[in-house]
Nanobody, 124 residues
Framework: QLQLVESGGGLVQPGGSLRLSCAAS????????VGWFRQVPGKEREGVSC????????NYADSVKGRFTISRDDAKNTVYLQMNSLKPEDTAVYYC?????????????????WGQGTQVTVSS
């Protein structure tokens, strides 16, 4: 069974940190660009960050630049999202998604596989 499983979400105070993990099973992430997206109720899913497969190049939404870092460990078949200096507006369900391509896409519909999501809540 091909799937992505996110973990690492939770409740954190403003200014705190979390590290999300996205582990693939049934296929290898090598050869896939991997993105992190987030969604709050009533809003569209938005891209947060993405990492390509060919060069490992990364991109970030303006709202998270300088605070979030995406990385991948193909040996562990896992992609990470380190989130620092968290703000209440970062509260959302976070999803990882894999695209069988060298480079990332900004379009949700481009991605081949999705995880089930992990809740991140930033609140005092």
């Amino acid at each position: 069974q091909l799937q992505l499983v996110e973990s690492g979400g939770g409740l954190v105070q403003p200014g705190g940190s979390l590290r999300l993990s996205c582990a693939a099973s049934g296929f290898t992430l090598d050869g896939y660009a991997v993105g992190w997206f987030r969604q709050v109720p009533g809003k569209e899913r938005e891209g947060v960050s993405c990492i390509s497969t060919s060069t490992g190049s990364t991109n970030y939404a303006d709202s998270v630049k300088g605070r979030f870092t995406i990385s991948r460990d193909d040996a562990k078949n896992t992609v990470y999202l380190q989130m620092n200096s968290l703000k209440p507006e970062d509260t959302a369900v976070y999803y990882c998604a894999a695209l069988q391509a060298y480079y990332c896409s900004a379009y949700v519909s481009s991605y081949d596989y999705w995880g089930q999501g992990t809740q991140v809540t930033v609140s005092s």
